[in-house]
Nanobody
């Protein structure tokens, strides 16, 4: 059984930075397919950042501000978030995508980590 546990969320001011982490445990996770999603109150979960063919891919809304990275030896994927905006406020989740797109995931969603950006 795989567990993906998110951490590092916090309350930050607009313009600030934060790094959230995703640690995997259990049977082997395909870190090439681990990505980040987020869900704001009253909105659907949306893709934020992931890897395609080993290269990072970002939603347009975070491009140039967020950076995804990973260390397979530490079973960890990070999301570095800079120049945060109030609209980045959401619960951030990681998962392993299933298929080529970002709509389906392999495992049940975890608790996520809350990121709140104050204006």
């Amino acid at each position: 059984q795989v567990q993906l546990v998110e951490s590092g969320g916090d309350l930050v001011q607009a313009g600030g930075s934060l790094r959230v982490s995703c640690v995997a445990s259990g049977r082997r996770v395909n870190f090439n397919a681990v990505a980040w999603w987020r869900q704001a109150p009253g909105q659907q979960r949306e893709f934020v950042a992931g890897f395609t063919a080993g290269n990072p891919v970002y939603a347009d809304s975070v491009k140039g501000r967020f950076t995804i990275s990973r260390d397979n030896t530490r079973n960890t994927v990070w999301l570095q978030m800079n120049s945060l905006r109030p609209e980045d406020t959401a619960v951030y989740y990681c998962n392993e995508r299933s298929g080529d797109g970002w709509s389906w995931v392999r495992y049940m969603w975890g608790q996520g980590t809350q990121v709140t950006v104050s204006s």
